[in-house]
């Protein structure tokens, strides 16, 4: 009699995942079940649940004493999903399923008492682990939609253990369901689509540096008054974005699956808008399971900040690395885990404390109130944000007049035109520099800045007018880039698919470069002095 057995599961940590072998060994001694191997809470609590599931399904339960080892032992397993891999190695150690039958299998998902099936938790990373290794995974039914994402590998969902084993011992093919997968990332339900782009009254130069951090990649910072759209620009900004990439969509996915709430709308960007009163672990992520922040959340998205003085100044400077370097680094006594982090950063804030109170010339705030309101935010991080622009409030007459092409059912055309704008810009840098502006090195820049056909005495004027650092001098020629890319894709009736190729596609003029500095030039604006 086979009195062990070795079944394959998969240990997540973040974003990363481990292969875990559940070894069952049933000896002699009085009847009992002890887990090894760093199993922490929810682990050990399983020996329970998998008792009454296996018992509830028709099957026997071994009466002699049970040991199991989740290895590697120096890896911590957490959760409910080694639910299903106990059940089957105890399964597999009675000989109550073939042991052959387990090859090549991994097997993640928790059991109820009566043996069903029930959602498990990050498990599309383990999915595509097991994906690339040749294995085929038994999961829940439940986690069906999760894994339609992966475009390869050998999945079946169950409802219940008794399917999972009918189908390890050859029997009632019919009642597993395999998961079927198709080539573009699904849709849950309509698609999500405001038209806030269109709804926003006037604000043309907002609008006209939406498109253009659209277009490249920037981050962007809008100062006004409350009343004035910031919040509806910002949301705007995942509209004007092209649908993510089949692969974009899987990684997206994966992070959301870690965080334990899948999206619905898979091939649309990510919007994430934190409240101000978050936490700096809340916006970077961690816990005493890597667990993905804000930051993660808005991968391939966009993370909106609204009233950014009134966040946490720790919570605002831990953005600095990822708006670098596109990944966050995790450091906990436990672990250290590395997430991506390649977003684009939309902030919105009123010039001065007292907000719409504020006029010109005749602004309530103290000049020492409006600079303690400023310093909140550190010039490092301004630094790094490329866009500046202010967001002043509506003359009377625009708010008042209605216009045809503002009425409910008139098709409006300015979202079309700025997405067409959008997506042919961004397929212009992809193939001329293989990313987008924003992302671009100084060592490619220098060429582009070298081929400009601008007098470097201008240059030199602006660079000591403006106080320019190094990387704020960078900022200025990586817009004024998208700039000319963005004019090229509307002087052009080009489409997307014929976008020019790399060589002299993009020639910076002085004009771009003077527009770029436009967004750079009002950083701060006070009312009074």
């Given amino acids: 009699m086979n009195r062990r057995s070795s079944v394959l599961s998969r240990a997540p940590l973040g974003l990363e995942t481990h292969l875990v072998h ?59 999903g080694f639910d299903l891999p106990i059940a089957i190695a105890i399964l597999a150690a009675s000989n109550q399923i073939p042991a052959a039958a387990l090859s090549d299998s991994e097997f993640i998902g928790e059991l109820g008492l009566f043996g069903e099936l029930r959602k498990a938790t990050n498990v599309l990373s383990s999915a595509i682990a097991g994906a690339n290794s040749g294995h085929r995974l038994f999961l829940p039914e439940a986690n069906e939609h999760e894994i339609q994402l992966i475009p390869q590998g050998e999945f079946h969902t169950a409802r219940s253990l008794s ?37 926003v009254r006037g604000q043309e130069l907002a609008k006209r540096a939406l498109t253009v951090a659209a277009a490249g990649g920037h981050h962007m910072l809008m100062v006004g008054p409350p009343g004035t759209g910031k919040t509806m620009l910002a949301e705007s900004l995942v509209e004007l974005l092209p649908d993510l990439t089949q692969e974009q969509a899987l990684e997206v996915a994966a992070i959301y699956s870690a965080f334990g709430n899948p ?35 808005a991968h391939r998205g966009v993370l909106f900040l609204d009233e950014l003085p009134h966040f946490k100044p720790s919570a605002l400077d831990l953005l600095r690395e990822p708006i670098e370097t596109g990944e966050i680094a995790i450091a906990r006594a436990r672990y250290r885990t590395i997430f991506p982090s390649r977003f684009q950063l939309v902030a919105a804030m009123n010039p001065c404390p007292a907000g719409r109170s504020c006029r010109e010339q005749t602004c309530r705030c103290s000049p020492g109130q409006v600079q303690r309101y400023q310093s909140r935010i550190s010039g490092p991080l301004l630094d790094r944000i490329d866009l500046h622009v202010l967001v002043a409030e509506l003359d009377p007459q625009v708010m008042l007049d209605v216009t045809p092409d503002t009425k409910a059912g008139t ?23 293989g990313c987008l502006n924003a992302q671009l090195l100084g060592t490619h820049l220098s060429k582009y800045m070298a081929a400009a056909n601008i007098d470097p005495k201008f240059v030199t004027a602006i660079s000591e007018r403006f ?11 990586r817009v004024a880039l998208t700039l000319a890319d963005l004019d090229q894709a509307l002087s052009k009736n080009l489409q997307v698919e014929t976008a020019p190729p790399a060589s002299g596609s993009c020639l910076v003029e002085q004009a771009h470069l003077m527009e770029a500095l436009s967004f750079r030039a009002m950083s701060w604006i006070k009312y009074s002095d």
Avoid at 31 to 40: K, S
Avoid at 174 to 188: A, W, Y
Avoid at 411 to 433: G, H, I, N, Y
Wanted: charged letters at 20%; proline letters at 7%; aromatic letters at 4%.
């Fill in 22 to 80: 559940v070894e069952c060994h049933l000896t002699g001694g009085l009847p009992g079940t002890t887990i090894v191997g760093l199993a922490e809470g929810a682990v050990r609590e399983a020996r329970d649940r998998v008792k009454s599931a296996i018992r509830s399904s028709g099957f026997n339960y071994p009466t002699s004493h049970i040991t199991l080892n989740l290895a590697p032992s120096h890896i911590a397993k957490s959760g409910t």
């Fill in 163 to 199: 399917q999972v084993v009918a189908l390890l011992c050859g029997e009632g093919d019919g009642e597993i369901k395999n998961s079927v997968r198709s080539t573009t990332p699904p849709m849950r339900g309509p698609t999500a689509r405001s038209n806030s782009f269109d709804h």
């Fill in 263 to 297: 999206r619905e709308y898979h091939s649309r960007p990510p919007l994430r808008r934190p409240h101000h009163s978050t936490s700096s672990a809340a916006m970077s992520g961690g816990g005493l399971v890597p667990t993905p922040g804000e930051v993660t959340l």
């Fill in 411 to 433: 098709p409006r055309l300015a979202l079309r035109e700025s997405k067409r704008a959008v997506a042919l810009a961004q397929a212009t840098q992809f193939r001329r520099q």
């Fill in 467 to 477: 106080e320019l650092s190094l990387r704020s001098y960078h900022k200025l020629w």
